[in-house]
């Protein structure tokens, strides 16, 4: 797998834009387009302050993904991904109560789902 592949898939993954990282790290967004078509590696500087912005080592945009994540994988995590933002609210409502009431409710949850 190209950087720019793994630069995508990072994308999708923390839910960012092209034109949002293009932004944030200071380059045209066709340059993302050109990258995936050319199959090509940008400059080192640029490389650098995508790795910056998207919050991950450098290594981690230029290693060969391929073997280790499947787009079945992939799809699973976006589902869990949209899953847990949709229960977002309710897991921050859960963090606040007193711990009393966390294992009442959790309680509630478990004897619904058997």
């Known amino acids: 797998m190209s950087f720019w592949n793994n630069v995508e898939q990072e994308c999708r ?11 944030a790290a200071h380059f045209s967004v066709n340059t993302i387009s050109t990258g995936l078509k050319r199959n090509g590696m940008p ?8 790795s910056k912005v998207l919050g991950i080592p450098l290594e981690n945009l ?15 995590i976006q589902e869990k991904q949209k899953m847990l ?24 949850i478990d004897c619904i789902g058997t």
């Open 85 to 108: 933002l949709r229960y977002l609210p309710y897991i921050e409502k859960l963090e606040h109560m007193p711990s009393e009431r966390t294992k009442a409710v959790l309680t509630i």
């Open 62 to 76: 230029l290693e060969d993904r391929e073997s280790t994540v499947s787009k079945e994988n992939i799809s699973d």
């Open 13 to 23: 993954y923390k839910g960012i834009s092209r034109k949002e990282l293009a932004a």
């Open 43 to 50: 400059a080192a500087d640029l490389a650098l302050r995508i």
